[in-house]
């Protein structure tokens, strides 16, 4: 498990950094919202800066690392911490508690400061976690577990669930660092934490900000719910809440697997690519041993080697010259001829001396009555050699080992020429060729001490620090240096002696960033659906909240300005239209008129045949007016059986007109349960130096000189002259 999650160690950064935002973006949108919004914008600020942080983590595990960019992630991390102390202080200050002030971030600032001058960026990302991290995640979380106490419901349960995400993520970000040597890093870090569970630390990191992020959206969600006071956005909010979990959910898996096909093409190009530069190495490696391995054969099988090595010694000279030919075609270094007892019976011009080390195996394999191929690392010339033998035979008797030895110096600048890693290792792992001189005489796996100090009688003082965890067979997806690599381990034709690559795969997670970059998009489309969806449900809601109030509004508005019997206008209503109309009148210099009627004798028909037939009675009159009076015309019930009309831009000619015409249509109409009622009315136009009220009191005052005449008639206000005085009746002139 631990190897499958080392080699998603990019999505687990990229998820790591997506719910970070995520938290961001949600504070944010709460602090949009808020009057006192200061203490979202700095958890929104922590959660924005956190992804990013991580975001940068994944591209140093791309890119690759440098310490100037190690540093600045440190000052990034540093800076989200001092943010998430701020969220918690501030909301501290609102709960009542009594917090140090915002001075106390720089010490802790300068603490960190100094602790990465001293001791390095990975030191203080260490210090950083311990001061700012562990304290302000513990902090979130009593803060939130205080606003529990007043929650209930789902609201009191996401709001514990947020607490103990914050708790948790303090003891997981806070306590577990970056491996140290010293201090508690070295006992609680991020390797053993691995190494024990078998999950990488920021994968648990991610998982928890998911948590606190889901929790801190649904309390404001339903806190959001319970402002508008909808049941529906509330039911729209409890769907949408396992519709965004579900949909992420789908999103992200489907990402990783996107991410982990490109990854896997990529991988196995990498092998493919592995094997052919293992196989051409192996094929220029073979090429310089194949005309050793021939030569040392017809060295063998040679008449004067047979015969100097039965002892004809005239043969010497002969056999010298033999040996130098053999050398001098095969490209070999030297050439021997030994006894059975390892002593040189002969050997090639300027040939080095042949130790008891070097002798051993051949004189092993050929009294064996075997061929020997082997090579060998001297540690005085730091160079590699192939040693090919075979025995000579007297009969059957070996009687002699004929030995050929190359220096691989070409083989060996080959390889430096080449830009990946390579090493030759003999069957203990020990580094004897290759192009990174650093790791000359490096173990490439774990050895147990008495094996390193044996090997080191024939190689020399080793490097102890191994690349790899553990020897490898084949090939393997492994950690070297902390970085990801692709090992091939491939073994020469002769001994036991490898060729291994190491190929780096940085590559790969830039193949597999296109599956990241792809999930990101469509999360960041899927957010933009549901938040805008959540925000235009919301705007429905309040849209028709607000559309019931103003028809409710409207309602009563009506209802203070409408007679309920009639439906005409009430005196309310007329006092304000009767001032905007003179008022009009005034500016203008247009028209006015006003007549007032009332029902002759109402008051008998109430007490004879009852109130619900004169109620009847005055809507049937209600609804004859109606019928005589223009759209810009204002009726109004001027209380009891009287009615008024207000005839802007119409004259007390047009006014006396309407009025007779109106009378007229009364006194011929039936109304039930009574028969025949008659009106009087009083017409009067406004003049320019009048109040309202002296208007009003003018038609009013012919109204009473109607009654006064006999009723059922029309009377016409006299032009004012200072006093009201004589009026006339106007029923004459208009029959």
Known sequence: MHSFFASQMDFIFFFYGLAFILLGAICFSIARILSHASSWRALGLFGVLHGCLEWLDL???????????????????????????????????????????????????????????????????????????????????????????????????ATFIAAAGFALYGVSSGLVTPTLSYGPAQYLNNDQFAELTGVPIQLVRGVLACCISFSIWVIWGYRAAADVSSEKFALYLRRQFGWTLAAIAAILVCGWTLTEYLGAVYRANVRAQAQGEIDLLGSRLAAETAMVDGMVKALAGSPSIVKLATGFAPAEPEARSVLNLQVEASGARAGYLLNPEGGVIAASDDAPPLGARESATPLRDALANRASFAFDFDPATVETRYLASRPVRDGQRVAAVAVLMKSLEGFERDIQRLDRPYFFVNPDGVVAMTNRPADLRRTLWPLSDERRMALEQNFGPLIARPLLKQEVADDSWTSVNGARDYVRRSATPHGAWSLVILKPTREIFASRLLGIVITLLVTIMALIYILGRQRAVRDEVEMDKRLRLQKLADELGLQAATDPLTGLHN?????????????????????????????????????????????????????????????????????????????????????????????????????????????????????????????????????????????????LAAAETGALGASRSVASGLV
């Not at 019928?627 to 009309?645: H, K, M, N, P």
Request: aromatic content about 12%.
């Open 59 to 157: 591209a140093a595990l791309i890119i690759g690392d440098h310490p100037w960019f190690a540093a600045g992630r440190v000052a990034l991390m540093t800076a989200s911490f001092v943010c998430l102390l701020e969220f918690a202080r501030l909301q501290a200050l609102r709960i009542g508690w009594r917090v140090p002030g915002r001075g106390v971030y720089l010490l802790l600032i300068l603490g960190v400061a100094l602790i990465g001058f001293f001791a390095g960026s990975k030191a203080a990302g260490a210090a950083g976690r311990y001061f700012l991290g562990f304290p302000g995640s513990i902090a979130a979380a009593l803060v939130f577990l205080q606003h529990a106490k007043v929650f209930s419901g789902r609201v009191r349960t």
């Open 571 to 715: 005196r309310l209503h007329l006092e304000q239209t009767f001032t905007d109309e003179i008022a009009r009148a005034r500016r203008d210099g247009t028209p006015l008129s006003l007549v007032v009627f009332d029902i002759d004798r109402f008051k008998s028909v109430n007490d004879i045949y009852g109130h619900p037939v004169g109620d009847r009675a005055l809507v049937r009159i209600a609804a004859l007016t109606r019928q005589f009076v223009r759209s810009t015309d204002f009726l109004a019930r001027w209380g009891g059986e009287e009615f008024l009309i207000l005839l802007p831009g119409a004259d007390s000619s047009a006014a006396a007109r309407i009025a007779e015409a109106l009378r007229a249509a009364i006194a011929e109409a039936e109304f039930d349960g009574v028969g025949a009622l008659t009106c009087s009315f009083g017409v009067a136009q406004f003049f320019e130096d009048q109040s309202a009220s002296a208007f009003l009191a003018r038609a009013d005052a012919a109204l009473y000189r109607a009654k006064l005449n006999g009723r059922n008639r029309a009377e």
